[in-house]
């Protein structure tokens, strides 16, 4: 997680506003990245969840970049 939260301006947890709208209303409804600690709107997501994943969760991001990193692993 450190290395990911070197690439942006970190937030702490009172501070902490959704990556994709910016505003920190409905705290309620913020899920936070496990790999990279951004905050995000459950109703901001595409598509929008309704109900908070149980388990670790990763955002859209995050999966783009394993996603990039395992292909690399896998191309000859």
């Given at each position: 997680m450190m290395q990911?939260?070197?690439t942006y301006q970190?937030?702490?947890?009172?501070?902490?506003?959704?990556?994709l709208c910016g505003t920190s209303?409905?705290?309620?409804q913020l899920l936070f990245c496990?790999?990279?600690d951004r905050g995000y709107h459950?109703?901001?997501l595409k598509p929008p969840m309704t109900q908070p994943p149980e388990?670790?969760?990763?955002?859209?991001?995050?999966?783009?970049?394993?996603?990039?990193?395992?292909?690399?692993f896998t191309e000859p």
């Open positions: 990911a939260v070197r970190w937030q702490c947890i009172e501070c902490k506003s959704c990556s209303e409905n705290d309620d496990d790999d990279c459950m109703y901001c388990g670790s969760w990763s955002c859209h991001l995050c999966l783009d970049l394993l996603k990039d990193k395992a292909s690399a």
